[in-house]
């Protein structure tokens, strides 16, 4: 069975710093594209950033460019996000997501999904 889990969420202070992980049991993604999205309440999820396998691409969401930055451990199967200067607007639960996609930026094309982890920052 496939499981993603994330981890690293938590209450943080504007201006502050988290990293978020992703890590893959029962698959190894070494091969797939992998996406962080985040939802927050009453909106709809959206795209934050994604590696392709070979870690060669890496795209972001204009609204954390230069402040977010997406990684890759293969040997480890897991996958982070650095987190830096973060807003009140970056609150949101973060999930990760990873399949061989082209698309990246749709979370429709992702077929394997983490539980979530909730980052919160204060004004």
């Known amino acids: 069975q496939v499981q993603l889990v994330e981890s690293g969420g938590g209450l943080v202070q504007a201006g502050g710093s988290l990293r978020l992980s992703c890590a893959a049991s029962g698959r190894t993604f070494s091969s797939d594209t992998v996406g962080w999205f985040r939802q927050a309440p009453g909106k709809e999820r959206e795209f934050v950033a994604a590696i392709t396998w070979t870690a060669k691409n890496t795209y972001y969401a204009d609204s954390v460019k230069g402040r977010f930055t997406i990684s890759r451990d293969n040997a480890k199967n897991t996958v982070y996000l650095q987190m830096n200067s973060l807003k009140p607007e970056d609150t949101a639960v973060y999930y990760c997501?990873?399949?061989?996609?082209?698309?990246?930026?749709?979370?429709?094309?992702?077929?394997?999904w983490g539980q979530g982890t909730q980052v919160t920052v204060s004004s």
């Open positions: 997501a990873a399949n061989n996609v082209v698309n990246y930026y749709d979370a429709a094309a992702y077929h394997y």
